[in-house]
């Protein structure tokens, strides 16, 4: 029988024992170094910690964060008043695009949003938009703070993200 031969009895069992030990090499890297992504919640009041420039006062603003894996969309918005429907009946296209960065250990959010949502009581055409960037570390999830980098603003704003109770969700065409 010259099929097994001791050439071959080794060759294959070498190649056999190779793909066995990169096989477990891979499957513990991957479940010591490969984490998921966090998942945040989609809904928070944010509260500025001081007036925005020449506005008389701070808006009440609502971020809501659309989450793919580490990769976020986001819509800064005015917070709509609990008396009144204002919830906008056609599909709106994210502000904000941004990504889980550090290891997912912080929140980075840009894009660009009116004028009228950072200074509701300022007199200024409707399609003036403003620069901004959002970084929100995720120290403690329960009190999420971070701060605004606005376009023209020389300082960053503090801000406290206050997680907001989900209502019913109305089913959304396609």
């Known amino acids: 029988m010259h099929h097994?031969?001791?050439?071959s009895l080794v060759f294959y069992g070498v190649a056999i024992s190779s793909v066995?030990?990169?096989?477990?090499?891979?499957?513990?890297?991957?479940e010591s170094q490969l984490k998921a992504a966090k998942t945040l919640g989609d809904r928070y009041s944010l509260q500025l910690a001081e007036k925005l420039?020449?506005?008389s006062q701070s808006p009440n603003l609502q971020l809501q964060i659309?989450?793919?894996g580490i990769y976020l969309n986001g819509f800064l918005l005015p917070e709509?008043?609990?008396?009144?429907?204002?919830a906008p009946t056609h599909r709106i296209q994210p502000t904000?695009?941004?990504?889980?960065i550090n290891h997912h250990?912080?929140?980075?959010l840009s894009g660009n949003i009116p004028q009228t949502t950072l200074c509701p009581d300022k007199n200024t055409p409707g399609n003036l938009t403003k620069n901004i960037s959002l970084q929100i570390p995720l120290v403690n999830p329960k009190?999420?703070?971070?701060?605004?980098?606005?376009?023209?603003?020389?300082?960053?704003?503090?801000?406290?993200?206050?997680?907001?109770?989900?209502?019913?969700?109305?089913?959304q065409s396609h």
């Open 20 to 30: 066995l030990v990169l096989f477990k090499l891979v499957t513990t890297y991957g």
């Open 66 to 68: 659309q989450q793919s």
């Open 53 to 55: 420039g020449d506005c």
């Open 105 to 108: 250990q912080q929140i980075s």
């Open 80 to 86: 709509a008043n609990p008396n009144t429907s204002s």
């Open 143 to 171: 009190n999420l703070t971070g701060q605004m980098n606005i376009t023209g603003n020389s300082q960053a704003i503090k801000f406290t993200l206050v997680p907001t109770p989900t209502q019913e969700k109305s089913s």
């Open 4 to 7: 097994f031969n001791i050439k």
């Open 96 to 100: 904000l695009t941004g990504k889980l």
